[in-house]
């Protein structure tokens, strides 16, 4: 009995020598996640500007591919925490839509305002002071 719980405490795999931390895994996971969608929706001009979201990802966080790879496999193997990783993804991306959809709005309604005054304008010569 003894034996099967020491082996079940091992690590699944060892913490790599760099690993990434949890707080910038979530936000490597999340930018990526934005990219991806990006890509899918506009894939024309990330080929036309020679992008590779993966590439442009891992510069921004002054990473390479294998301490990605190794970290996200290394927090793969604890269940737990990389749900945890995976809901702080999911709620920080629900809040930047969130906002991004009230800047919209604020947008649409800053523009319809703007419309709207310039309607009510005076024509240009109309109106003036009379010249001397």
Known sequence: MFILFVACNEPLIEKPENLISKDKMVEILKEMAI???????NITKFQDNKIDPT????????????????????????????ESIYEEIDTLLYIEKKVASELKKMQDSLKKAKKATSKNKPKKGTNSPPKK
Do not use: G, H, R
């Open 35 to 41: 990219v991806n969608a990006a890509k899918n929706t």
């Open 55 to 82: 590439a442009y990802v891992f510069k921004k966080f002054n990473i390479d591919s294998l301490q990605f790879v190794l970290s996200d496999k290394y927090y793969a193997s604890k269940p737990d925490v990389y």
